[in-house]
Every structure is written in C-alpha cells, then in structure tokens.
C-alpha cells in the first residue's frame, strides 16, 4: 500500500526529485527511507528520469514587441550593423548547478 503512494508522488508531480520524494514519505508514513529506496520504487513503476523539454517563456504581448523591433530595424542600411556593438548573453552560477531538470515518465 505504501509503495502505490509513493508511485502516486511522482504522478501528482513528475518533477520532484529523488531526495524530496524520500523527505515526503518520511513526512507522510514517519518511516525514513534512502534515496534509492525512493528511486527503485519508481522505476519499478516503470517511471523513467527524462530531461525536461526546454521552451520559451515569451509572452504574447512580449512576442509583437519583438517582432515589431526586427521589423524596424530590417530597413536599416548595412552600415547601422558597424554602429552595433553585439554580446553575447551569459548565466553563470556560483551555487550548484543549474543544468537539465529531471522529470519522471511512464515508460
């Protein structure tokens, strides 16, 4: 029975992890259980870790803004480009690492 809660974990939220999926069943059963533990029971369920799909966040009004820029700035002539300076974005992260987000599927 509590191993059919644990399987719900990841069904009600298929992005938790491993680690807040053990601190949930010691908070919900009062048993404390390894990460593993948590990790075999899951895959068991035939769940498997996916990267996450990245996508844009770019809203409606954010996407006319944008589009209405380029649309400006395709009349200009190609001497503008020289006036240009052109950087690139970066994101640094000081603490831990900010890489892929692991979400749970059904296989």
């Known amino acids: 029975m ?4 644990v399987v719900q974990l990841v069904a ?4 938790i992890s491993v680690h807040q999926g053990s601190l949930e069943v ?8 390894s990460d593993k533990t948590v990790r075999r029971i899951w895959k068991e369920a035939e769940n498997n870790g996916r990267d ?3 996508k844009p966040h770019i809203s409606k009004a954010n996407k006319i803004k944008r ?10 002539p190609n001497s503008f480009c020289n006036k240009v300076i052109f950087s690139d974005e970066s994101k640094f992260c000081i603490f ?7 979400i ?4």
Request: aromatic share 8%; charged share 40%; hydrophobic share 25%.
């Open 52 to 54: 996450a799909h990245r």
């Open 12 to 15: 009600s939220n298929p992005r």
């Open 2 to 5: 509590e191993k059919k809660r």
């Open 67 to 76: 589009m209405d820029f380029a649309h400006q700035h395709t009349s200009k």
């Open 104 to 107: 749970w599927r059904k296989r």
């Open 96 to 102: 831990g690492i900010k890489g892929k987000k692991l």
């Open 26 to 33: 010691a908070e919900r059963f009062n048993k404390t259980v």
